[in-house]
């Protein structure tokens, strides 16, 4: 019960403190010459000023700080400098094979994702009876919690009973080919993934990509079928351009979303001589081995990967990517 009270006054507490923070942040711009509504939206705008400082920018720095030293839950903190990414780089077995896994799935499951949702959300741009009812439908995997579809997955490819091998089990019969073992072999672990990558063409991709298609001016289609293009050339000369800011958008973050794969490979549980994905041996590192300063590493590592891949499609952008209001 004690424990009950102390969690309340601490959850009745925080309101509070924000509050008080919000008035004295108001009261000092305001003697600082702020005029008073913007004083009022900085005051208001100020709790997630505090909770992005907390939850965001100190687990930033502290885990950069982290990546520097030899680091557990439950011991000291030594600085070590680089010691953990030279380790990582040079004396680590595991390393790059995270490294060559994750990079490797995020180049097969990228481009089938973006391209696959672009089609579905071209099937669902059509006007036919029930198309809320399919868009609905094809919206589901969107909420369907990740751990479910994870043990989903993982029955699915078993290699004795799973309905994918059911399936496939005659047709491989004709070539005296033996069942997969898809999670045991480690030829067939990056084609499995890339198979349940399908999962994510539906759901919240394929719904952005029909606003995109909606947002597309009609008057320029038939514009195009007055000149005489075809279904192909009006898709290839106005619906790729109209949405390719669209395009940007899935292919960041679709990218971002493949090279990040946590849930899905941590509860499927693949043989580890095919290598584990960089989040699953951050995980391991840090909370399993309890080696916080090499898991720090391993995902600064990460991040650099990540930022140095959207910096390039950023920069590669202006080559096909078409603004509306840019002028050129």
Known sequence: MENHLATFIRWLLVPVVLLVIASVLYFVVSKLGWKKKQAIGLALVSPWIVGFLIFTVYPLIDSLYLSFT????????????????????????????????????????????????????????????????YRTIYFLPAVMPEVAVALLWRWMFNSESGIINYVLSPLLSL????????????????????????????????????????????????????????????????????????????????????????TIAMFVRPTSAAGKFMNQLVYERGFTQLHMGEASAIA???????????????????????YESERR
């Open 175 to 262: 070539f005296g080919i033996d069942k997969p073992n898809w999670f045991g072999d480690p030829h067939y672990v990056i084609g499995a993934f890339v198979i349940m990558s399908l999962w994510g063409i539906f759901g919240t991709n394929t719904v952005v990509f029909l606003a995109g298609l909606q947002g597309v001016p009609k008057n320029l289609y038939e514009a195009a079928e007055i000149d005489g293009a075809g279904r192909l050339a009006k898709f290839v000369h106005i619906t790729i351009p109209q949405i390719s800011p669209v395009i940007l958008l899935q292919v960041i973050m679709g990218m971002i979303g493949a090279l990040q794969i946590f």
């Open 70 to 133: 030899e680091s557990s839950i439950f011991g000291k903190t030594e600085w070590v400098g680089f010691g953990n990414y030279i380790k990582l780089f040079t004396n680590d077995i595991e390393f790059w094979p995270s490294i060559r896994i994750t990079l490797l799935y995020a180049a097969l499951s990228l481009p089938i994702g973006v391209i696959g949702a672009l089609l579905v959300a071209m099937l669902l741009n059509n006007k036919i009876k029930g198309i809320g009812t």
């Open 300 to 322: 600064w590592v990460l991040f650099i990967i990540i930022l140095v891949l959207t910096l390039l499609v950023f920069r590669s952008s202006p080559a096909w990517v078409h």
